[in-house]
Every structure is written in structure tokens, then in C-alpha cells.
């Protein structure tokens, strides 16, 4: 069930709006790589090959961004070229490259060292069984993908380079799902690099997880962090008009249950009306900035009437990143992750670790946040209630209230460990959840994998965050493609997860990272 009310949003607000986009703006570039040792004869057939994949390819109807074929590169100097060619197509996402023949290496070696887009090395071929009564020599010429690739890969490993390498036959569904990944994943990188986050208040204080480096989260993962006092933002609320308000009103009321306190005529009807104001507020600020992400702070609302709830709700389910108490980290890894699964039926969240709950084998972390959790996980229609909130010292805040869908899923957090980023995922059981009639928020519940215990154990010894970012719909995988990209830590907590393992991972990738940063000085 999709929550957002997307007729009446698109007309009330969508008019401008340019930070939310989709896949069928990019392009993935195909490369094949050949060479002219077998004159121009094969070439021809090659590109003929090649192109009959990549129709195929885009045909399948299981890929989420256009594959754009570029020829066939049979030198250095064409190596070079389409690969700068790349770097420079606004479009362009990222690179497939496909050895048909025996593509020499070195002839990759300056093209690579440019290439600053997303690569994926497609181990494939275009034949895909043996025709063992009629193969001769000629077949042979122009089906050597199985020596050719392991060339290529040498000097991509060679240089180091990451890279995600899928290896399956071009018209298999699963090779193209792997490639499908890569390529959602490669679009909210591509995404990433102009993505600007607005601090309003600064972290909460003394708070240290949640903090880091932005110039390093700038140079590493492309995003820009900025601070917007809370002034500017009371400004552009003073001019929302009763009229916006009214309609956005029954916006609310046409999407969601209401408490009997915030229907026309209950108690606390005025705070529906105030949460409506710094809603609209909000969206035209971040669209007039074109920003793709905010924090909040509870403690920097002054000429606010209530800590925004329901509104980072509504904005977090549009697609905008955030992370409460100035978590920007999460608010980024928030938009990245929700631009990665566009279009996917489960949902993602903003969630904090809330409370546990000691149950055996079912023991579980209660997943929860005061207001701000994303209505897009929500396992039946949210209601809209107000209730006090005692911190912050404003006005009660509104703020949908549901629990969520069963299911496995991803929880993932970035952390700035002094030297380097480390993304920490882990793969999430979200059991049925109850009712917390005295505890007015919505929650998820879940059993992190491979149980509670070695989980929750993994999670802290790795200097994991108590905010994530939370999705059924992505796996591990996507995160992995993310993580390889950005060139950063990956921490996996899975079902294969021991302590003992970890605890030597840990030690190992803390050497890995001190040795490349001295050998990089
Ligand atoms: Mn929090």
C-alpha cells in the first residue's frame, strides 16, 4: 500500500519540483572490448553481437535504466576515449565493459585511470552453450570471453580498482537482476553527487556517532552539508496562507484515520493546522534551496510551534533524506537508499533502536523514533494523532502512528571512525509487532540476523549508530555495490556473521585502512 496521496500532492506541490527524478533519465554505457587481431571482419561481427546483447538487454524488461551501446574499443587510444567520453555524459551513470575477444590489457590501462564512473565487468558471452559437432577455429575467435575477461579483470585488480563483476549468461534473468542492482544503486551514487542537506541546529549535543567529517563525507560519498539557521525557515512559514493549509488539511484527511482530538472541532485541531503550516513550509524551503535531504534538532525551533513529526514523516516518504537531532550522515543514506528502491512495494525508514525486548529466541529490538518514522513501511492506514512530548518544550506535535510489515529487511549506518567511513548493514528479521497504546509512535520490531544476541553484539563492536536506515526492499547487495563505489569500509551482519570473525575483521580492515592511508601520504 503506497501512503502517499500522489494526485493531490502533484497538485499542490509538485509543480517545480526537481530534486525527485527516476531511472529513465540515465543511461549505463556498454563497452565491448576487442581488438584487430583478427581483422576487421570479426570486429564486425563482434559489434554486430554486441549489439544484439544489449537489445537484448534492454528488452528483457528486467533492467531499470537504458543500456546505450558504444562500439567496439580495439585500442588504447579508443579505450581512452569512450571512458572520458563517459565521465563527461551527464547522463551516464556508469560503465559496462565486455571483453568478446582477447582484449589486451594494457591497452586499458590509461582509459581506467580516468574512468571515474561506476564499472561493472560483465562476464558473459555471446554464445551460450558449445556447439560441439560444428566449433572450428573461426567460433573460437569470437568466443573468447572466457580468457578475454580474465585479462581485463587482471588490470582492473591490478590497479585496484572496485568493481562490481557479474558472470552469467547475458539472457539470464538472474545475471540481469545482479545487473539491476548495480545499476539502482549506481543511479542514487550518480545521485549523491549533487545532493545538498540542510542542517537546521547542529547535532544534538554531545552527541558523537551521529557526528563526522563533512568535508570527508564530501570528497568520498559527493554530498553537501550545509546549516540553515531557523530563522530563515520561520520566515518562509509566516507566509504559508490559511488557504495551502485548508487544502493540505484534507490532504491529511483523505490519507489517514484521525484521533478524535484532531478532527474539525477536537482539542488539538489547531495542531493538525500548525503541523500543515511548517509541512509546507519545509518542502518549498528544501525545493527553493534544492535540497535532497534535512535534520532537525528539538533543541533549535525557536518561532516553531512543535517539533515537525508529521511532516518528516510526509517529506521522508517523497523521497527526501532525514535523520533527526542533525544525523546527517543517516539523512543522506536515508535519500540513497529510498532512490534505490523507487518503485519497490515494501518501503523504507528513518528508525532508531528504541527498546529491547527479552523473549528467547524471538528476542527483538523494539524499532521506533519520537514522531519522525517514515509512513512508507507502515503495514496498514497510519492515524493521525497529537499527543505532548516531553522534550523540546513546544506545543504537542502531530505525527502519524502505525506499526509496520513483517518481513525481512536492511538496516544501514555510516560512521566516521576517525580515519575512514565504515557502512555497517545488517540483515533484519521484522516480526508482528503489538500496539503501544501509551506510547503514541510508530515502530517496526525486529530480530537482527544471524539472532539477537550475536546480531545486537556485531552491531555495537562494529561502532554502529543507534539511528539507521532501514529497507525490506534492498539487500545486502545493494549496499555492498554502494560501499564498493564509494570506496569505503563495509561491515556485513548476517547469518554467516560469527563474533569471533568480526573481531578479526575488524583488526584487519583497521590495518588495511592505516597501511592505505600511509602509502596514499
Ligand atoms: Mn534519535
Same mark, same amino acid.
Given at each position: ?89 551527464? $547522463?551516464? /551513470?556508469?560503465?559496462? =565493459?565486455?571483453?568478446?575477444? &582477447? ?6 590501462? @590509461? %582509459?581506467?585511470? #580516468? ?12 554464445? $551460450?552453450? /558449445?556447439?560441439?559437432? =560444428?566449433?572450428?577455429?573461426? &567460433? ?6 572466457? @580468457? %578475454?575477461?580474465? #585479462? ?370
Amino acid at each position: 500500500m503506497l501512503i502517499t496521496d500522489k494526485n493531490n500532492k502533484n497538485k499542490l506541490y509538485n509543480k517545480n519540483h526537481k530534486t525527485m527524478t527516476n531511472f529513465k533519465d540515465f543511461e549505463v554505457w556498454f563497452v565491448t572490448g576487442a581488438q584487430l587481431l583478427y581483422g576487421g571482419d570479426a570486429v564486425v561481427q563482434v559489434d554486430a553481437h554486441s549489439n544484439e546483447i544489449v537489445k537484448g538487454l534492454n528488452e528483457s524488461g528486467n533492467l531499470p535504466v537504458k543500456v546505450i551501446y558504444k562500439g567496439t574499443v580495439n585500442s588504447a587510444k579508443e579505450v581512452t576515449a569512450a571512458l572520458k567520453a563517459a565521465n563527461n555524459d551527464t $547522463k551516464c /551513470i556508469g560503465v559496462i =565493459t565486455w571483453m568478446h575477444t &582477447f582484449s589486451p590489457a594494457k591497452m586499458w590501462i @590509461h %582509459g581506467l585511470q #580516468e574512468l571515474r564512473k561506476p564499472l561493472l565487468h560483465f562476464h558473459t558471452q555471446f554464445n $551460450k552453450e /558449445i556447439p560441439w559437432e =560444428t566449433m572450428d577455429m573461426d &567460433f573460437m575467435n569470437l568466443n573468447q570471453s572466457a @580468457h %578475454g575477461d580474465r #585479462e581485463f579483470g587482471h588490470m582492473v585488480s591490478r590497479m585496484r580498482k572496485n568493481r562490481k563483476v557479474v558472470v552469467g549468461h547475458w539472457q539470464d534473468a538472474k545475471a540481469q537482476a545482479k545487473i539491476a542492482i548495480w545499476m539502482r544503486v549506481a543511479a542514487a551514487w550518480a545521485d549523491a553527487q549533487d545532493m545538498l542537506i540542510i542542517r537546521f541546529g547542529d547535532q544534538m549535543n554531545n552527541v558523537a556517532v551521529t557526528d563526522g567529517d563533512k568535508v570527508e563525507a564530501e570528497l568520498k560519498l559527493g554530498y553537501h552539508v550545509d546549516y540553515s539557521p531557523i530563522a530563515e525557515l520561520v520566515a518562509v512559514q509566516d507566509k504559508v496562507t490559511d488557504a495551502e493549509i485548508a487544502a493540505l488539511v484534507k490532504t491529511y484527511e483523505a490519507t489517514y484515520d484521525f484521533a478524535d482530538n484532531c478532527k474539525e472541532g477536537g482539542k488539538d485541531r489547531k495542531q493538525v493546522i500548525e503541523a500543515a503550516r511548517v509541512e509546507i513550509a519545509l518542502r518549498r524551503f528544501l525545493e527553493a534551496k534544492g535540497a535532497k535531504a534535512f535534520t532537525t534538532n528539538f533543541d533549535d525551533l525557536a518561532g516553531i510551534d512543535q517539533l515537525p513529526g508529521l511532516a518528516c514523516q510526509r517529506l521522508m516518504a517523497e523521497g527526501y533524506g532525514f535523520g533527526a537531532e542533525g544525523d546527517w550522515k543517516t539523512a543522506a543514506l536515508y535519500r540513497t537508499m529510498w532512490f534505490m528502491g523507487q518503485g519497490m512495494p515494501k518501503g523504507c525508514s528513518f528508525l532508531e533502536d528504541y527498546t529491547l525486548n527479552f523473549d528467547g529466541e524471538n528476542s527483538a529490538i523494539l524499532q521506533a523514533h519520537m514522531l519522525e518514522v517514515c509512513p512508507l513501511i507502515a503495514e496498514k492506514k497510519p492515524r493521525l494523532e497529537v499527543h505532548p512530548l516531553g522534550i523540546g518544550g513546544k506545543n504537542d506535535p502531530a505525527r502519524l502512528v502505525f506499526t509496520s510489515k513483517e518481513g525481512t529487511g536492511v538496516a544501514a549506518t555510516v560512521v566516521d571512525m576517525g580515519n575512514r567511513f565504515r557502512m555497517i548493514v545488517n540483515q533484519v528479521d521484522c516480526i508482528k509487532s503489538k500496539a503501544l497504546p501509551k506510547l503514541p509512535v510508530a515502530s517496526a520490531l525486529w530480530i537482527p540476523q544471524p539472532n539477537f544476541e550475536i546480531g545486537a553484539a556485531a552491531w555495537i563492536l562494529a561502532g554502529g549508530t543507534h539511528h539507521t536506515s532501514f529497507s525490506y526492499d534492498l539487500t545486502v547487495e545493494y549496499l555492498e555495490d554502494y560501499a564498493d563505489i564509494a570506496g569505503i569500509e563495509l561491515v556485513i551482519i548476517d547469518k554467516e556473521t560469527t563474533i569471533p570473525s568480526l573481531k578479526k575483521e575488524l583488526k584487519y580492515n583497521d590495518l588495511y585502512y592505516m597501511l592505505n592511508r600511509a602509502l596514499q601520504s
